[in-house]
């Protein structure tokens, strides 16, 4: 089942081929190719340059607006659906127009120009091609690669901005891509007769999904309608971002984690750079003079790149869901171990066996040298950056999340702002506390003070920003008195707590947070265990999924993951999760029910029986979606609930993030 499943999601590559070829078809002759650099990456899932020079193209270029390739042929253009950039192109392509012959008339029935916007061509585009004058010369056309596959059970849309469009500007055309590939899901796949949704974004999918579903039914004789078939997955999960924010705030522990936490990601692909990273660049430019390489200093090592993927490093395969204090210790012990068998092969080796040694031991021993100095280099810098303040920083977390010491929280944030300011990770922890306790007037204005004081006061439409993605109060409300309607009373439980309570996502020493499994003291666990101060992670951590925080906090995907595939009737998941006004169940299962409905009004509903069968699940299998950003400790938690209960889970979403990677989308909106 396994194969098969990976198999069929390895198809996904395919169709994208089979439709980035209709496209190259559909132009004769041969041409060059101009690709947008964010978008190099994602293609090199889909297809390699071997396999495009197979499909006509001759030369790759990439997109610079101020340095335009030499014009030879026909170009084609690979975009995202950015208007600047757009504007950019027909720039380029007015630029080239303008060199030919005015006399000569344009032929319109063989364009040179070609456009490929991802994922769609915008309504604004047509408009701007007619302003440019540039209507009958170039041609635009849609493309989208639907999912990708970075590593096991793990794939991304690679759609770059959802978070902030859906969820700050609150522009929604980016659902329709979603849903779009959401279609093609169902076709491969087979749709679940189950289907769970936690958002009103990921209700919106859903939809179109099925509006969609429905416009290409009625398109279709029903003679050749599509016969049903059996899901892969029983149930599928779809879930807004903003719906658990804490499992994308908090710091995680889990190496492949905190690989985000210091560099950046690009499709899969991790930037390995010493002389920058996220914490050094975040920072005030007066904090990074002490870290600055000096000139004529000894040159640093060149950018490289590392695969954050099991099937091509075998060192991150081993580690990735590990806590991080294990990974430093393990790792030194393959690098001793590697410096020892070079050793022992080259003593009392006879002529033949060294020449057999060099020939093929050798350059593999050397490879597993390259790749895993690539590991350390990373786990040096996750400890430089932040394991001195790791164990600390993970208090102030707990603290956040159990709505305790609310003055040292203050005062840690307040001298974070005064002395180690952080672009992003310091407003990371400020919505971090408003989402889980709520500020209070004085809180916010002292917080907001101290940031524009760091960063300066033109940053001071970020906090309405953050206001509207639900990650700050309303700004307006302090001068209208309105500030109480929105914060909980110190000493009673937010909120957040109440939910996250009911959930049992916030362990203690009693509580059995996951089906029986005991989760341990929430103790502070340093990065490097003793080394650093904190004790080494316990046993019992490494049974819950809490452990991807230390043990504070169980991620929503997770919980209700577990608790979906625990449900032994309908019954007992109306008594788990019937208090989820926002959980909404559909699929098939429901028969002719369009409106997804809530657990509580299907337990008084026809529908119950028909759920009842369904219930336990057989087949523990479950396609999990995040709408606005999918984190590696999520992936992590959800990988622990495979291993002890023996389920299939696949996550997706429009793109892996870390809770940096969140609010510079924000500040940058």
């Known amino acids: 089942m396994e194969s098969t499943l990976r198999g069929k999601l390895l198809g996904f590559r395919q169709i994208a081929q089979e439709k980035l070829a209709h496209v190259f078809y559909s132009i004769p002759s041969e041409k060059d190719l101009i690709i947008e650099q964010s978008l190099i990456k994602p293609l090199e899932h889909v297809c390699g340059a071997s396999w495009l020079r197979k499909k006509g193209i001759d030369k790759i270029f990439k997109f610079d607006p101020k340095n335009p390739p030499p014009k030879r042929k026909q170009f084609v253009y690979f975009i995202d659906s950015s208007l600047l950039t757009f504007k950019s192109v027909l720039d380029q392509i007015g630029g080239y127009q303008s060199q030919t012959s005015s006399l000569m008339e344009p032929d319109i029935r063989n364009k040179q120009y070609h456009v490929l916007v991802f994922p769609s061509v915008l309504a604004s585009f047509e408009a701007l091609l007619e302003e440019e004058g540039l209507h009958g010369i170039v041609e635009l056309y849609n493309f989208q690669w639907d999912f990708l596959l970075l590593d096991d059970s793990i794939l991304s849309l690679e759609l770059p901005h959802v978070f902030a469009n859906v969820f700050v500007r609150h522009d929604t055309t980016l659902l329709g891509s979603i849903a779009q590939s959401m279609r093609i899901f169902n076709l491969v796949m087979g749709k679940p007769p189950l289907i769970f949704s936690i958002g009103e974004n990921a209700e919106k999918v859903l939809q179109m999904v099925q509006r969609i579903e429905a416009g290409v039914g009625k398109s279709v004789p029903s003679s050749g309608a599509p016969v049903q078939r059996e899901p892969d997955f029983a149930?599928?999960?779809?879930?807004?971002?903003?719906?658990?924010?804490?499992?994308?705030?908090?710091?995680p522990v889990v190496y492949s984690g905190l690989l985000l936490e210091i560099q950046t990601l690009h499709s899969g692909s991790l930037v390995v750079d010493g002389d920058t990273n996220k914490i050094k660049s975040g920072k005030l430019a007066i904090l990074q003079q002490d870290s600055e390489p000096q000139q004529g200093g000894p040159k640093q090592q060149e950018v490289a790149a590392l695969r954050m993927s099991g099937a091509q490093d075998a060192i991150y395969l081993?580690?990735?869901?590990?806590?991080?204090?294990?990974?430093?210790?393990?790792?030194?012990?393959?690098?001793?171990?590697?410096?020892l068998e070079g050793k022992a092969y080259s003593r009392q080796m006879k002529l033949s066996e060294m020449k057999d040694y060099v020939t093929n031991k050798l350059p593999k021993v050397a490879a597993a040298k390259k790749e895993l100095f690539k590991h350390l280099r990373l786990c040096e810098t996750i400890v430089e950056e932040i394991g001195g303040t790791f164990e600390k920083h993970q208090m102030i977390e707990e603290s956040i999340l159990t709505n305790t010491n609310r003055k040292q929280i203050m005062n840690y944030i307040m001298e974070l702002l005064s002395s180690d300011a952080h672009r992003y990770n310091t407003l990371r922890l400020i919505c971090l506390y408003h989402v889980t306790i709520g500020l209070?007037?004085?809180?916010?204005?002292?917080?907001?003070?101290?940031?524009?004081?760091?960063?300066?006061?033109?940053?001071?439409?970020?906090?309405?920003?953050?206001?509207?993605?639900?990650?700050?109060?309303?700004?307006?409300?302090?001068?209208?008195?309105?500030?109480?309607s929105q914060i909980s009373i110190p000493t009673l439980k937010s909120p957040f707590q109440l939910e996250a309570n009911k959930l049992k996502q916030l362990p203690t020493d009693t509580i059995e947070a996951t089906g029986g499994t005991t989760t341990p003291t929430t103790e502070a666990v340093g990065l490097v265990g003793g080394a650093s101060g904190g004790a080494t992670p316990k046993p019992g951590a490494k049974a819950c999924p809490s452990y991807v925080f230390n043990g504070n906090y169980i991620p929503l995907v997770a919980q209700l993951t577990n608790m979906i595939f625990g449900a032994s009737s309908f019954?007992?998941?109306?008594?788990?999760?019937?208090?989820?006004?926002?959980?909404?169940?559909?699929?098939?299962?429901?028969?002719?029910?369009?409106?997804?409905?809530?657990?509580?009004?299907?337990?008084?509903?026809?529908?119950?029986?028909?759920?009842?069968?369904?219930?336990?699940?057989?087949?523990?299998?479950?396609?999990?979606?995040?709408?606005?950003?999918?984190?590696?400790?999520?992936?992590?938690?959800?990988?622990?609930?495979?291993?002890?209960?023996?389920a299939k889970i696949v996550l997706c979403s429009d793109q892996i993030i870390a809770g940096h990677d969140l609010i510079q989308s924000v500040v940058h909106c």
Do not use: W
Not at 318 to 339: C, M, N, P, W
Not at 440 to 458: I, P, S, V
């Open 235 to 251: 149930t599928m999960l779809i879930i807004d971002r903003d719906r658990d924010y804490p499992a994308c705030l908090l710091t």
């Open 440 to 484: 209070t007037a004085e809180d916010m204005t002292r917080l907001m003070t101290g940031y524009l004081n760091a960063f300066g006061h033109g940053h001071l439409t970020v906090f309405h920003q953050l206001y509207l993605a639900k990650l700050f109060p309303d700004t307006t409300t302090l001068s209208k008195g309105k500030i109480l």
């Open 571 to 646: 019954d007992n998941l109306n008594a788990k999760l019937g208090h989820l006004e926002r959980l909404k169940v559909s699929g098939r299962a429901l028969g002719g029910v369009p409106e997804p409905r809530t657990i509580k009004e299907l337990a008084a509903s026809s529908h119950k029986a028909a759920l009842n069968q369904l219930l336990p699940f057989r087949e523990k299998t479950m396609f999990v979606f995040v709408v606005g950003g999918l984190t590696y400790a999520e992936i992590a938690a959800c990988h622990l609930l495979e291993r002890t209960t023996g």
């Open 318 to 339: 081993e580690h990735k869901y590990r806590h991080f204090s294990d990974v430093i210790g393990l790792l030194s012990a393959q690098a001793k171990t590697l410096g």
